[in-house]
């Protein structure tokens, strides 16, 4: 099994084929590149007023970050430390802002992984669908998790530097709901009905696969993934679910690596594009 190396890019982290020009001022340390992306970025709830042409938010579609970066450098060819205009972002989910730091942290040679779980500060008793990037602060000896889209915003007091409980990944969700210390039914994503159990099994599988460095859209679903949101799996499923959330717990990569391979977790390859 090879080993996972989070300082490398993965398929969908791969910057290769951007032009270096463009990448040549990435600046070195982990928090300024984290900083780049909101000014790249742009999430469709903030785009109001800005006039956008309705296949602008097709751009939320693309699962590449060289993808994303090419319809960013096509909309404003500047290099990626220039902040753009708003409508001259590329429009993406919160997925979208992760993913592309982690890129760019990877294309740094920094140990980088997105994260897919619930931010428990946006509003209160409920977790929330959403994703963060994390990067491996060497000083402190630790993962950095940053709430990347909202660094400049005041949901939590430390968005560069999440505290525990703040962000909890689809694992970490799922096991203080099954230890009863949360109600199953207050994760899903805002503005929808979709809460419950299932967004939490769902999250479960998307984190263990950006461990495995394929960081899917957070609508994606292989494996058993849609027949757990329409309430057709049982108690295997989420026995499944609970070796799934300890192991990402532990995040250990040969571990990752291994359980990762299984049928029913591991991404397919036509899904990935």
């Known amino acids: 099994m090879t080993a996972i190396d989070y300082a490398s890019p993965g398929p969908l982290t791969d910057l290769t084929r951007v032009t270096a020009s463009a990448l040549a001022g990435v600046p070195d340390d982990p928090l300024e590149i984290c900083r780049l992306v909101p000014g790249l970025v742009i999430h469709p709830l903030a ?3 800005l006039g956008l042409r309705a296949e602008r938010f097709d751009e939320n579609q693309l699962r590449p970050a060289a993808a994303i970066v090419a319809a960013l450098l096509a909309l404003d060819p500047a290099p990626l430390e220039v902040p753009r205009e708003e409508a001259s972002r590329v429009v993406g989910t919160c997925r979208h802002f992760a993913v592309l730091a982690c890129a760019l942290l990877r294309y740094r040679g920094i140990a980088a992984r997105a994260r897919c779980g619930f931010g428990t500060y946006f509003q209160p008793g409920q977790g929330l669908d959403h994703w963060v ?3 491996w602060h060497s000083g402190d000896g630790r993962w950095v998790r940053a709430d990347v889209q909202h660094l400049s915003e005041s949901f939590t007091e430390h ?3 999440v505290r525990p409980g ?3 990944t689809g694992g970490e969700a799922w096991a203080a709901y099954r230890a009863g210390t949360a109600d199953g039914a207050a ?6 009905e979709n809460f419950g159990p299932a967004e939490i099994r769902g999250n479960v599988i998307r984190d263990l696969a950006a461990l495995a460095k394929t960081e899917m859209l957070p609508w994606d679903e292989w494996g058993r993934m ?3 949101y329409r309430g057709e799996t049982g108690d295997d499923y989420d026995e499944l679910m609970d070796e799934v959330a300890a192991v ?3 995040a250990e990569p040969a571990a990752v690596s291994s359980l990762y391979g299984s049928a029913d977790l591991q991404v397919p390859p036509e899904l990935i594009g």
């Open 187 to 192: 994760f899903g994503v805002d503005g929808t």
């Open 159 to 161: 968005p560069e530097d």
């Open 133 to 135: 990037t994390e990067y």
């Open 47 to 49: 785009t109001d007023g």
């Open 226 to 228: 849609t027949a757990s």
């Open 248 to 250: 990402c717990a532990a």
């Open 166 to 168: 703040e962000f909890l």
